[in-house]
Structure formats: C-alpha cells, structure tokens
C-alpha cells in the first residue's frame, strides 16, 4: 500500500528566498506524480506533473524532480513571493489504478 | 479557465440524514472523482467515475455512499445516513482520460464543507 509523507509539515521563508519541498513515497512503481497547491477555503489546483519516464518538469519558478529509484520527489520554488502562501501536496498514481494517492501537504508561509 | 464546479460550498446537517453534494465537472472531462479532506488529514480518495459506472472505489465508500450523473452535466454524491464521521471537505475531481493508463492532470472543484451534528 503507498504511503506519501511529505516534511515539513509547515515552512517559514522570507521573500525572495529559494526552497524546496519534499515529498517521499514507499512503493517506487509509481506511474506518475503530482504537485497541488491548496488554498484556504479553495480546492487543488495542479502545478505539475510527473510521469514516471521523466527527472522533471518546470513551470515558470516551480520545478519538479522525481527520483523513483529513492522514492523522493521534490518542489523547487524560485524567488519566492508572499503569493505563493499556501499548502503544497504531493499525489502518486499507481498502475492499474484511478485513484491518487495524497501527502499530508507542506504548509509554507512567504513572508514580506 | 473552464473549471469544476461545486455546490453547496457549506452543508449542514443532522445525523442519520441525507445529503447530496453536486457537481458540475469541466464540459469536455469523461472520468469523474470524489475525494474528501477531514479537518488535519490527508486527501482521501473515495470513488471514481466513467461511462456510468464506478470503475473504481475505496473501502470508505461503503453503502452509505452512492453516485449519479443524472443528466450530461452534473455530477453527485449522495450519503443515504450520515455520520458524525462523515464531517469533512469534499472535493468533486474530473479529468479528461484516466489515470492511469494516461498522464492527466486533476481538476478540483472547491469542496463542499460537510458538517453532520
């Protein structure tokens, strides 16, 4: 059964700053992985998407790096800004399923 | 930006009643999701949808819960008795194709906020 752990559970930066958020699962046969961003009071929304045949994806200052071989993917967030406040949360899709399965998210915090 | 839409955003209601959530998933989505967030916890998901039909479902949805596309356009989720367990934030998901055996983005309407006193 996967298992996705995500640490910390709550990140404080200031403005400007680089970081990374980590994300871990159990069972490497993963067919892809996803990167969310929840707000308060608002659904997810998809940032990025990694298939289990690629290392990464960027998007404007988000990339993602998957490594399956460790079970670790991780979010890389440029230059951050105080609009980027929000929980972040990994989800892995297995093969022969439809179902994600979720971290229980990073809560980062930008401040000005 | 077409998204998934979701009603009502708060519902309250009493023990061993029952609710209907909706949903209206983007128009061109075929597979259909409902997942719920109890207050600290991880996302869970609880069914998914296409052609009619559950294609897949997980031990939480059990006979209390049941789903319907009544029409083209909505998307529901019904608890015949709700528990006070129950309480959590639902959330509607559609996608284009499923996954797998595609590489497809989630989209996530922004929850219905289930309370059972």
């Known amino acids: 059964k996967q298992e996705v752990t995500q640490i910390p559970a709550a990140l404080s930066v200031p403005e400007g700053e680089n970081l990374v958020l980590n994300c871990s699962f159990t069972?490497?046969?993963?067919?892809?992985l996803q990167w969310f961003r929840q707000d308060p009071g608002k659904g997810l929304t998809s940032l990025l998407l990694?298939?289990?045949?690629?290392r990464e994806q960027t998007s404007g200052r988000l990339n993602a790096s998957l490594d399956k071989s460790s079970g670790r993917s991780t979010l890389y967030i440029a230059a951050s800004q105080p609009g980027d406040s929000a929980t972040y949360l990994c989800?892995?899709?297995?093969?022969?399923?439809?179902?994600?399965?979720f971290g229980k998210g990073t809560k980062l915090t930008v401040n000005p | 930006e077409p998204e998934v839409t979701q009603t009502p955003s708060h519902q309250v209601t009493q023990m061993g009643q029952e609710v209907i959530l909706r949903c209206v998933p983007i128009?061109?989505?075929?597979?259909f999701y409902w997942y719920r967030q109890i207050l600290g916890q991880k996302v869970e998901f609880l069914v998914s949808?296409?052609?009619?039909?559950?294609?897949?479902k997980s031990e939480i949805f059990d006979d209390q819960f049941s789903v319907e596309r009544p029409d083209g356009s909505n998307f529901t989720l019904k608890i015949r008795s709700t528990k006070l367990e129950d309480s959590a934030m639902y959330f509607c998901?559609?996608?284009?194709?499923?996954?797998?055996?595609?590489?497809?983005?989630?989209?996530f309407g922004s929850g219905t906020q289930l309370s059972v006193l």
């Open positions: 989800a892995s899709s297995q093969g022969g399923s439809e179902k994600l399965v």
């Open positions: 998901a559609s996608s284009r194709q499923g996954l797998p055996p595609f590489n497809e983005k989630l989209f």
């Open positions: 990694i298939q289990s045949s690629q």
């Open positions: 128009s061109n989505h075929l597979y």
């Open positions: 949808f296409y052609n009619n039909e559950i294609s897949e």
């Open positions: 069972d490497s046969a993963i067919y892809n």
